[in-house]
Structures are given as C-alpha cells and as structure tokens.
C-alpha cells in the first residue's frame, strides 16, 4: 500500500492481524475478539506516522506497532495487549501513547517518549536519542526487567 491509510474498524475473531502501510496510518480501531491474537501495524515510507484511537489485543494477545520515519501516537484511546511493542523511527519521531500492558518495550529514534500506563507493567526497555522519556503508571506496579540485574543474580 502506498501514500496513506485509514483503518477505520477491524476485529478479528480468531486469528492475527498484521498490516502494512506505505506511509501515514490512522487506526480507529483494530480488535482481537478473542483476546489471545497479535495484532502488528507497519508504516513505511518516507513520512509514515501511526494514529491509533483503540488498539486492543487482550489479555493474551501482541502488539506491535513500527514506524519506518515516523511518529507513534495514541492519547484519545489505549493499546491494550500482553506485549506491547513501539517502535518509531526517523529523525523526527515521538512516541505519545496511552498503554494497558502486561510487558512494555519502547524504542524511539529521535524524539521524546510518553506513555501513560493503565495497570501493572513491566517494562522490557524504553529508549529514545530525544531529550525526555516520560513513564507514568496508574493502578498497578511498575516493574523494570533489567536483564544485567539477573545476570548479577545467578553468579
């Protein structure tokens, strides 16, 4: 697919949904009706920022969601999934979110990052070259899967 993309609503009952784009994407909302499906979004192109208003995998299922030279951003709805992945590229990405998720990874370009969290997390990792990254958690623990830390632990 070239240019942009506007995926108003999609659910799916059994079974993964991945979709790429060749470039700008707006997302409505795309649904795992049976909570247990990954759910992958992909933008390329030379401006290919991702808008999503609900992406919900459920309990059990992934998402992922890349872009090539953009942009992440979902504050008007949430990500929901067992592990959510955002991974923005370009010079001049940011990642703004609202997440529900069980894991957390989030590798940022540029820019800043700021993600709102609903709920217990474990963040995987969250990088960024930007000036600032922002992790606020409501409702849950906040737990860091530092893997140097087990490494140390099992000597």
């Known amino acids: 697919m070239s240019g942009s993309a506007v995926l108003g609503s999609i659910v799916s009952t059994n079974g993964d949904v991945a979709i790429t784009t060749g470039g700008t994407t707006t997302i409505g909302t795309i649904t795992s009706a049976n909570g247990t499906s990954s759910i992958a979004v992909t933008a ?6 991702i808008t999503a208003t609900t ?10 969601l890349t872009t090539a030279n953009g942009s992440i951003s979902a504050l008007s709805g949430t990500i929901t999934g067992d592990n959510v992945t955002l991974a923005a590229g370009g010079s001049t990405s940011t990642v703004m979110v609202n997440t ?6 989030v590798t ?3 820019g800043n990052v ?3 969290q ?4 474990t963040v995987d990792n969250i990088t960024s070259t930007g000036s600032s990254i922002s992790l606020t958690v409501n409702g849950g623990a906040l737990r860091w899967d530092d893997q140097d830390d087990r490494r140390r632990e099992s000597l």
């Open 114 to 116: 700021t993600v709102m």
């Open 100 to 105: 529900a998720a069980k894991r957390l990874t």
């Open 44 to 49: 390329n192109g030379t401006v290919s920022d």
């Open 55 to 64: 992406v919900d995998a459920g309990a059990a299922g992934n998402v992922t």
């Open 108 to 110: 940022n370009n540029a």
């Open 118 to 121: 609903t709920g217990a997390v």
